[in-house]
């Protein structure tokens, strides 16, 4: 169960305001103590918890609660709205072309699911109405060539491969035309990761975005490894310029960390979150709905 810790300690906070009558300075002071601490123990940037820390005492203080009565509800609200917002405030879709094919792109580090997850993509999106095509564009792992096969067959899905290609740039440049003709109208570009990030990764990256100009570029991140992955997304971001995130391993024990600090420190929303191995496991991230995870 993700979040697990935070959750709890923020109810805590939330049961001790409610127990209140009029709340005073101090009540509220001490329920923005406990979960700053919790916001850090839970791996969430420090910047980012202060300055979350800061913007609801200052909403608190401006909606005069203390003193008053039932107080504790507005408290709790601010705190909910303010927790959307650092999740992202609203929805963000990805970016459909007006002209098919919509090219989308995924990158991120060895490990993180980016194999995965452009099967998961490619399912969610063929059940909205579309028809994708999968991009096999990591040569230099060919397992994750047959993983992307073996992950088209299943979802009856095409994938264009380039068999003996050691060049992504024109394994991505000559997906599109293929999709055209086949009347796919959306390219999920799988691309190689590294263990960590390097001049070579993201050159090449840089080389297939400024071939194929992809409506969408979506880094996928681990939610697992907490500031490192906030740390990934702004390298990727200054490096290659990234639309967005793609947060997996969500069901894992993430303490929440990188989903509470990423937007905050790179601007760039997460659109979808992996919630497990299985291919059904990738939702839309909705920044109230998971707020309320954590809080109710
Ligand atoms: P890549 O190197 O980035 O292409 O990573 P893979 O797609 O090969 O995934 C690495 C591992 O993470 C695999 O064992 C996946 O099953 C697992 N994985 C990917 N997404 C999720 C997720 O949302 N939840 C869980 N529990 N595991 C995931």
Redo the contacts with the bound molecule.
């Keep these: 169960m993700p979040f697990e810790s935070l959750s709890e300690r923020f109810q805590a906070a939330f049961k001790k305001l409610r127990g209140k009558g009029k709340l005073s300075e101090e009540d509220v002071s001490e329920a923005l103590k406990e979960m700053r601490r919790a916001l850090l123990e839970a791996d969430v940037n420090f910047a980012v918890t202060k300055d979350f820390i800061k913007r609801v005492r200052e909403k608190a203080v401006g909606e005069e609660v203390f003193g008053s009565l039932n107080a504790s509800q507005t408290v709790i609200k601010i705190v909910r709205d303010e927790l959307t917002e650092l999740l992202g405030g609203t929805q963000s879709r990805i970016a459909i072309a007006s002209k098919p094919p919509t090219i989308v792109m995924l990158v991120?580090?060895?490990?993180?699911?980016?194999?995965?997850?452009?099967?998961?993509l490619a399912r969610l999106l063929k059940k909205q109405g579309k028809s994708p095509l999968l991009v096999a564009g990591?040569v230099y792992?060919p397992?994750?060539i047959t993983?992307l096969q073996v992950l088209g067959q299943e979802l009856d899905v095409p994938v264009y491969t380039e068999e003996g290609c050691q060049d992504p740039v024109k394994i991505a440049k000559d997906a599109i035309p293929y999709a055209l003709s086949h009347l796919r109208d959306i390219v999920i570009i799988?691309t190689a990761?590294r263990l960590h990030i390097n001049e070579v990764l993201m050159d090449e990256l840089v080389n297939i975005k400024g071939e194929v100009h992809p409506h969408e570029i979506l880094l996928?991140v681990?939610?697992m490894t907490g500031q490192d992955a906030v740390t990934a997304a702004s390298a990727f971001d200054n490096a290659l310029g990234i639309d967005g995130m793609i947060?997996?391993?969500?069901?894992?024990d993430a303490r929440g960390g990188a989903a509470l600090s990423i937007k905050a420190v790179t601007g760039k929303p997460i659109k979808y979150?992996?919630?497990?191995?299985k291919l059904d496991?990738?939702e839309e991230f909705h920044p109230n709905r998971y707020a309320s995870r954590i809080l109710d």
Excluded at 108 to 120: E, I, N, S
């Design positions: 991120g580090l060895q490990g993180a699911g980016k194999t995965t997850t452009a099967g998961k990591d792992r397992a994750a993983q799988d990761g996928v681990d939610a947060m997996t391993k969500l069901d894992g979150i992996g919630v497990s191995e496991g990738l």
